[in-house]
């Protein structure tokens, strides 16, 4: 997913952009055609106007500076809003027909309003609506947050009910996806600039078959919590085989370690000096059985 949502919000694969392409929603220019919005609303900048997926519960805590005043989440204005629920009641009006909606966070009502020269339920492109909105099933609605009376429901361009399932758990995916990138910051941050597993050219070299960094410093804890001493990848390696390996009282021939880990008896043994000089590892029922040292 495009995570540019600081630019616009992403369309997806589900129509969650609503009437991008026409039908008085928001197009992918940001401008707007058309609005059920309350007497006077004109004066908004509607060169502002973005479609942002949401739950009901952040349409329920969202901010609003004044009376009039664009509702906000995260800091961020909201105009235009899009979320899926499922109608637990459905109030039929002469003007409009009015569906209250929960998605598992919150429940809101939403209104659409009857347009007296259409022919029946539209889809958001503009055909006919194959499937009707009944209680029980979920729909996805698109409008903006408006409140009366210290109460609030959402004004509805479009309402239509989900063919796929998917569309739900994708829904409150993106929603999620939007809230971090307001919240947190845009995913790139986080990110790990060494992505190659094999890239030396810091020193730093990563072993892909164990994933354990051997060359890591004293950021490697023992199983007490203790912080390991700086040791050579050698040294290391015998250490993590000594520690992941069965445990008993006797503890681990060099031998075995040699044919575990692959490395020459002379290196094996020279990183059993090592760890021992550590204190990390001692030796058990002769010089060369090792075990490691718990503190």
């Known amino acids: ?53 949401v739950t009901i519960k952040q349409l329920l805590e969202a901010k609003q500076p004044h009376p009039g005043a664009e509702f906000k989440i995260d800091d961020v204005e909201i105009t235009q809003v899009t979320f899926i629920g499922q109608i637990r009641n459905i109030s039929t009006q002469t003007t409009n027909v009015t569906y209250r909606m929960d998605d598992g966070t919150g429940t809101i009502e939403v209104k659409l309003w009857i347009d007296q020269d259409s022919t029946g339920p539209m889809d958001t492109d503009g055909a006919p609506s194959k499937l009707k909105l009944v209680e029980g099933t979920y729909a996805r609605a698109w409008g903006r947050l408006n409140a009366f009376n210290n109460k609030r429901h959402v004004g509805a361009h479009v309402i239509r009910p989900t063919q796929d399932h998917n569309e739900i758990q994708y829904h409150l995916l993106e929603a999620t996806a939007v809230h971090l990138y307001f919240s947190r910051g845009p995913p790139e941050q986080f990110m790990n600039p060494m992505t190659d597993s094999t890239h030396q050219a810091s020193g730093v070299f990563k072993q892909e078959s164990s994933g354990f960094d051997y060359n890591a410093g004293s950021n490697q804890m023992t199983s007490g919590g203790k912080a390991l001493p700086n040791m050579s990848p050698a040294a290391r390696r015998v250490y993590e085989a000594l520690r992941s390996g069965p445990q008993s009282n006797e503890g681990v021939h060099v031998h075995q370690l040699v044919t575990q880990l692959g490395m020459p008896y002379p290196e094996v043994l020279k990183a059993g000096d090592e760890l021992q000089g550590h204190g990390s590892i001692f030796t058990t029922v002769d010089d060369e059985t090792w075990a490691i040292l718990e503190f």
């Open 1 to 53: 997913m495009n995570s540019d949502y600081g630019n616009q919000y992403q369309t997806t694969s589900y129509g969650a952009q609503g009437g991008m392409g026409g039908g008085g929603f928001v197009n992918q220019y940001g401008s707007q055609g058309g609005s059920q919005g309350s007497p006077g609303s004109g004066s908004k900048t509607y060169g502002k106007e973005t479609l942002r997926p």
